[in-house]
């Protein structure tokens, strides 16, 4: 047995598995700068054990497996000038996120409800990425001034098409259908099926025993050739025209949630998938670090403190951002990605 935790998570080893459960369910799980440490002491100390032969990540409640990370003190410290605070969970979080993504040993998460921002990066690296029928997967960071982070600037890169802009600068939520399709998830299992399958890897310690049921439809796969076309300028005031001269459902829902997020944060992310296009997704490394110089300016030079503020704070949902998406300068994108120097993220 190897218990830990910080109260808020429960980490122990059952059978061949090491097992990690996110309890926070009244805060949809929220990860939190403890939960990422304990999360990361586990990996390290199970990776040596023979004893061990996978990991099982899953967590309390129905709403959700994460939302998301906890902003509440990212958001305080910021306020009151320490930005310090932040870019240091961050670092610690994005490691991890490299961990998972690289780890020695099968990895099996259990996304059932919201995952998000901070939940993608803990269950969509690992090697086998379970969804059930109220999965809900998405990147909305753009909404809070920041662009979609924890690697997921590479699964949105991996996409089908140009699906991960779409994704990216809009937010849309994937169903566990949609979710397969565009490379966040691997299986559908029905959820009632959960807790069997969760004894038998422990039991067995292989990945053999997750069945393989059939996922339920894809609207984003019936949609690909629309988005393809309306996604496909990596320009976000080129879109925005593309998609009002359309005017479909599809387009009006788009065009509204890219009118509430952050241009920077948008123009940012369509930057970045915009270098990788030419080839295949790069290493998780690679993604991490460049989101890393965009999250590590975000409170003093970007959004992020204001989007906190006028989605979670004062919840009067209408953001003061910077910059507008019609005079949305390439030189403030560039100076978000650049270089960090001795602030580099390293591994």
Known sequence: MTPGGTGDIEISARGRAGRITLNRPKALNALTWDMCTA?????????????????????????AFCAGGDIAQLYDTGRAGDYAYGQAFWRDEYRLNARLAGYSKPSVSFMQGFTMGGGV????????????????????????????????????????GHLGAYIGITG????????????????????????AVISALEDSGSVDVIPQATPPGAPLAQAQTRIDALFAPYDLAAILAGLDASGDDL??????????NSPLAMGAIL??????????????ETALAQEYRFTWRAMLHGDFLE????????????????????????????????????NELTF
């Open 307 to 342: 989007g906190i503020r006028a989605q979670i704070i004062d919840k009067d949902r209408n953001p003061n951002w910077r910059d507008r998406i019609d005079a949305l300068d390439p030189a403030r994108i560039s100076a978000m990605l650049a270089d960090l120097g001795p």
């Open 39 to 63: 999360i990361d002491a586990a990996l390290n100390d199970w990776a040596a054990r023979d004893d061990i032969d996978l990991l099982v990540i899953d967590a309390a409640g129905d709403k």
């Open 121 to 160: 990066g803990i269950g969509c690296h690992v090697s086998h990425r379970i969804v059930g029928e109220n999965s809900q997967i998405a990147m909305p960071e753009c909404g809070i001034g920041l662009l979609p982070d924890v690697g997921g600037s590479r699964l949105l890169a991996g996409a089908p």
């Open 172 to 195: 849309a939520r994937m169903g566990p259908g949609d979710a397969i399709y565009a490379g966040f998830a691997d299986a559908f299992v029905p959820r009632d099926d959960w807790p």
């Open 271 to 284: 930057a970045i998938l915009h270098r990788w296009s030419d080839g295949p997704p790069p290493a998780i």
């Open 251 to 260: 387009s009006k829902a788009a065009a509204k949630a890219i009118r509430r």
